[in-house]
């Protein structure tokens, strides 16, 4: 079978901006190129619950045919509600706690909206996914999540239907590291395992962004565990490739993305302390760009000044990312079980620069960060190493010795060679 009709069911579409849409806008984008019909189904802007917006995104999918539906959305009340207007206090991340109208909402959202409380949308997209299916000859369905809502309809759909499902898990289900330590009812804890054991069970085929520890977990819910795949987020090499690299002046220590307080942040504070309690006069300078946490911005304002750009278009963001001198990363909180794994990290690794990770469960993390020779992870109690590595690199780059390091095999994580081995799944499940 040569040419392929795939049907794609994803909450997040352009408009809508962040890792989780890359990793489909860029998959739709290069399925189309290599001859096949990617056929997506999404929410309607005008009533999805975005937290964050990336209009350029729109110009990597302008020839991918696309389906928007009304959706019924709980998160836009509570963001109304919050802060008087229906998008600005919608999480990211992360659910919030402190205030008493925030444990209120949490323990609405945790007991009674499950397994997400983007479920609302469910109802619409089966309807339209029913008329897609009966006027397209799709050869495959694929859902992706989160919201993992989203595979209760490929659920629904291949129940009707009869047709072949990949379930792609871009982040944990009921591991994932938000919902830990949080106060679930017993029922609402049951229902949740109950529905992503029917959904991984059901389905054909389950793709991953990460490898051996998150998957041992998944393995031990199925009753057939060769039909999990790895296939990392990669980078689009076509966009990496036209964004000029400037560096500044000054060495440039830059982080992008999202940076909440379920982020091993907090080393890199001490980081921050002893550097500059130990060095005078480094000519440093930190560009964070993204959605940063009021909080910790404050933080590390104590310590240095930061340029904070604010949250970036993707190609913007790949700029400054190409700017920099040393990358820095944070990993998710809570993480260790699952070893999640940033979706910039790839492209962090294309610009050459170094990168420390910061990440208390560094297993996967490492299996990549070995492709960059100065590149590694870094737990909470390693912070003097850091500070060393820090000042190694900063005195490398003063003496007008500092040079790049991109992988000889960074080609191999681009989107495109990563949409082959996407291709070469669906082929082998429709075959």
């Given at each position: 079978?040569?040419?392929?009709?795939?049907l794609?069911?994803?909450?997040?579409w352009p408009?809508?901006?962040?890792s989780?849409?890359?990793?489909?806008?860029?998959?739709?984008k290069?399925?189309?190129?290599l001859?096949?019909?990617p056929?997506?189904?999404?929410?309607?802007?005008?009533?999805?619950?975005?937290?964050?917006?990336?209009?350029?995104?729109?110009?990597?999918?302008?020839?991918?045919?696309?389906?928007?539906?009304?959706?019924?959305e709980?998160?836009?009340?509570?963001?109304?509600?919050?802060?008087?207007n229906?998008?600005?206090?919608?999480?990211q991340?992360?659910?919030?706690?402190?205030?008493?109208?925030?444990k209120?909402a949490?323990f609405?959202?945790?007991?009674f909206?499950?397994?997400?409380?983007?479920?609302?949308?469910?109802?619409?997209?089966?309807?339209?996914a029913?008329?897609?299916?009966?006027?397209?000859?799709?050869?495959?369905?694929?859902?992706?999540?989160?919201?993992?809502s989203?595979?209760?309809?490929?659920?629904?759909?291949?129940?009707?239907?009869?047709?072949?499902?990949?379930?792609?898990?871009r982040?944990?289900?009921?591991?994932?590291?938000?919902?830990?330590?949080?106060?679930?009812?017993?029922?609402?804890k049951?229902?949740?395992?109950?529905?992503e054991l029917?959904?991984?069970?059901?389905?054909?085929s389950?793709?991953?962004?990460?490898?051996?520890?998150?998957?041992?977990?998944?393995k031990?819910k199925?009753?057939?565990?060769?039909?999990?795949h790895?296939?990392?987020?990669?980078?689009?090499?076509?966009?990496?490739?036209?964004i000029?690299?400037?560096?500044?002046?000054?060495?440039?220590?830059?982080?992008?993305?999202?940076?909440?307080?379920?982020?091993?942040?907090q080393?890199?504070?001490e980081?921050l302390?002893?550097?500059?309690?130990k060095?005078?006069?480094?000519?440093?300078?930190?560009?964070?760009?993204?959605?940063?946490?009021?909080?910790?911005?404050?933080?590390y304002?104590?310590?240095?000044?930061?340029?904070?750009r604010?949250?970036?278009i993707?190609?913007?963001?790949i700029?400054?990312?190409?700017s920099?001198?040393?990358?820095?990363?944070?990993?998710?909180?809570?993480t260790?079980?699952t070893?999640?794994?940033?979706?910039?990290?790839?492209?962090?690794l294309?610009?050459g620069?170094?990168?420390?990770?910061?990440?208390?469960s560094?297993?996967?993390?490492?299996?990549?960060?070995?492709?960059?020779?100065?590149?590694?992870?870094?737990?909470?109690?390693?912070?003097?190493?850091?500070?060393?590595?820090?000042?190694?690199?900063?005195?490398?780059?003063?003496?007008?010795?500092?040079?790049?390091?991109?992988?000889?095999?960074?080609?191999?994580?681009?989107?495109e060679?990563?949409?082959?081995?996407?291709?070469?799944?669906?082929?082998?499940?429709?075959a």
């Amino acid at each position: 079978m040569d040419n392929l009709n795939i049907l794609i069911i994803t909450y997040y579409w352009p408009p809508s901006g962040g890792s989780g849409v890359q990793r489909w806008v860029f998959f739709a984008k290069y399925l189309k190129q290599l001859g096949h019909n990617p056929i997506v189904l999404t929410v309607d802007q005008k009533y999805a619950s975005y937290n964050l917006i990336d209009n350029s995104l729109t110009n990597q999918v302008k020839d991918i045919e696309t389906h928007k539906t009304y959706s019924f959305e709980t998160l836009k009340l509570y963001s109304l509600f919050k802060s008087g207007n229906k998008t600005k206090a919608i999480p990211q991340s992360y659910i919030p706690n402190q205030s008493l109208f925030d444990k209120i909402a949490s323990f609405i959202r945790l007991n009674f909206f499950i397994p997400d409380s983007r479920i609302g949308w469910n109802y619409f997209a089966f309807k339209k996914a029913k008329k897609l299916i009966e006027k397209n000859n799709i050869n495959c369905v694929i859902t992706t999540g989160p919201p993992h809502s989203t595979h209760l309809i490929g659920k629904k759909i291949t129940e009707k239907f009869k047709l072949k499902w990949i379930v792609d898990l871009r982040d944990p289900w009921a591991e994932i590291f938000y919902l830990k330590n949080k106060f679930r009812l017993k029922y609402a804890k049951k229902l949740n395992l109950k529905f992503e054991l029917d959904v991984l069970n059901s389905t054909d085929s389950i793709i991953t962004t990460v490898g051996d520890r998150y998957q041992n977990i998944i393995k031990e819910k199925l009753s057939n565990s060769k039909k999990i795949h790895k296939i990392y987020n990669g980078y689009d090499k076509s966009v990496y490739d036209k964004i000029k690299e400037i560096k500044p002046a000054s060495f440039n220590i830059v982080f992008t993305g999202i940076l909440s307080k379920n982020h091993n942040y907090q080393a890199f504070y001490e980081v921050l302390s002893i550097l500059y309690e130990k060095y005078n006069d480094l000519d440093i300078i930190f560009t964070f760009a993204g959605k940063i946490d009021k909080e910790i911005k404050k933080l590390y304002s104590e310590k240095i000044h930061f340029i904070d750009r604010g949250y970036v278009i993707h190609e913007k963001a790949i700029e400054i990312i190409k700017s920099s001198h040393l990358l820095i990363n944070f990993n998710y909180l809570n993480t260790e079980q699952t070893d999640m794994v940033s979706g910039k990290l790839i492209e962090y690794l294309a610009s050459g620069s170094p990168i420390i990770n910061f990440s208390n469960s560094a297993e996967e993390s490492n299996s990549l960060l070995k492709n960059s020779i100065k590149s590694f992870n870094a737990e909470s109690n390693e912070v003097i190493k850091v500070v060393n590595f820090i000042k190694k690199e900063y005195d490398i780059w003063l003496d007008g010795n500092y040079e790049k390091d991109i992988p000889k095999n960074i080609e191999s994580l681009s989107r495109e060679k990563l949409t082959y081995k996407l291709v070469k799944l669906i082929k082998n499940l429709v075959a």
